[in-house]
T-cell receptor, first 110, second 120 residues
Framework: KQEVTQIPAALSVPEGENLVLNCSFTDSAIYNLQWFRQDPGKGLTSLLLIQSSQREQTSGRLNASLDKSSGRSTLYIAASQPGDSATYLCAASGTYKYIFGTGTRLKVLA | GAVVSQHPSWVICKSGTSVKIECRSLDFQATTMFWYRQFPKQSLMLMATSNEGSKATYEQGVEKDKFLINHASLTLSTLTVTSAHPEDSSFYIC????????????????FGEGSRLTVL
């Protein structure tokens, strides 16, 4: 049974810092690893998707890496801004359904 | 990216009434949609998988008679909370995977905006 955990659970940083959010999964037989952002009271917005054959994906200030052998993915946020404040969730999927991590609540202070 | 629309975004109802939430994939066909429930400051809990043209698959511990799911077309799934009670108050979110014809065929997951249900 796939289990996904995220560390840290919460993070508060000053504006401009570079951040690393961690995601671990127990079953390396994944199809995709996807990172999402959730603002309070809202649905989830897809940030980056890494297919099992890929090692990383980049979008703007975001970079996500995937190491299937160690069961880890990281989300790197460069030059953080107050607008990045949100909860970040990672999810690992087979071809059927996604299993979500517990999330990292990020607060970037101006 | 693909768009999933969910309606209503919030609803308040009296105890004992039923509430229907709609989830639509606007620009892709979704043979499978997923319904999640989220409690405050917690992650998403998968409730059930909605399968177009067949019965939904419920996760362990989820009452199928309480949470009725219908997936009548490739773009619409509905969740009906029957005889709602205050403990059913929660944030419900639907999602769908885009297994579109365009390559790469990633099966990326897209979410609706969520529906906040408050049962008085």
């Amino acid at each position: 049974k796939q289990e996904v955990t995220q560390i840290p659970a919460a993070l508060s940083v000053p504006e401009g810092e570079n951040l690393v959010l961690n995601c671990s999964f127990t079953d390396s037989a994944i199809y995709n690893l996807q990172w999402f952002r959730q603002d309070p009271g809202k649905g989830l917005t897809s940030l980056l998707l890494i297919q099992s054959s890929q090692r990383e994906q980049t979008s703007g200030r975001l970079n996500a890496s995937l190491d299937k052998s160690s069961g880890r993915s990281t989300l790197y946020i460069a030059a953080s801004q107050p607008g990045d404040s949100a909860t970040y969730l990672c999810a690992a999927s087979g071809t059927y359904k996604y299993i979500f991590g517990t999330g990292t609540r990020l607060k970037v202070l101006a | 990216g693909a768009v999933v629309s969910q309606h209503p975004s919030w609803v308040i109802c009296k105890s004992g009434t039923s509430v229907k939430i709609e989830c639509r994939s606007l620009d892709f066909q979704a043979t499978t949609m997923f319904w999640y429930r989220q409690f405050p400051k917690q992650s998403l809990m998968l409730m059930a998988t909605s399968n177009e043209g067949s019965k939904a698959t419920y996760e362990q511990g989820v009452e199928k008679d309480k949470f009725l799911i219908n997936h009548a077309s490739l773009t619409l799934s509905t969740l009906t909370v029957t005889s709602a009670h205050p403990e059913d108050s929660s944030f419900y979110i639907c999602s769908a995977r885009d297994w579109g014809l365009a390559q790469p065929n990633t099966g990326e997951l897209f979410f609706g905006e969520g529906s906040r249900l408050t049962v008085l």
